[in-house]
């Protein structure tokens, strides 16, 4: 018998298909958890900064850099030169993001059900057997 698990960190591409630019994020608890965090400091940012866009900008810097890697920003920035737009980019990732690993932890799911199915098979084998012995 063998036992094979792979250990490769699941990753979700994330395409700029019109810029072509590549980037990924980890599907990991801490990117969830950054996530969450941006989503809820993204729902003030009019409130936290006003028009200050050099504050925006550094918000955004941060959410992209952290999401998809360091230089992410400076990347994309050079393609779509407006903080406003790149935040809206940075929630589209966000909200796609959560989406996704909620599905994807959905399936997870799904192997643990089976297993207690099994369980479930096995303790009724189990009592079969006992049940036939007694007669």
């Known amino acids: 018998m063998k036992i094979e698990i792979s250990t490769k960190k699941r990753t979700v591409p994330v395409e700029f298909t019109d810029l072509d630019l590549k980037f990924e994020i980890e599907l990991t608890d801490e990117s969830l958890v950054k996530i969450e965090e941006f989503m809820k400091d993204a729902k ?3 409130e936290k900064y006003g028009e200050d866009l050099d504050s925006i900008m550094n918000f955004v810097a941060d959410g992209l850099d952290t999401l998809l890697g360091g230089g992410a920003f400076d990347e994309l920035y050079k393609h ?3 903080s406003l737009e790149l935040l809206n980019v940075l929630i589209t990732i966000s909200t796609q993001f959560s989406e996704y690993a909620i599905k ?3 399936l997870e799911k799904k192997p643990q059900a089976q297993q207690e199915k099994a369980q479930e098979y096995i303790q009724n084998q189990k009592q079969r057997r006992s049940v036939k012995r007694v007669h």
Do not use: A, G, K
């Open 44 to 46: 003030n940012v009019n």
């Open 80 to 82: 779509i030169p407006s």
């Open 104 to 106: 994807e932890l959905d």
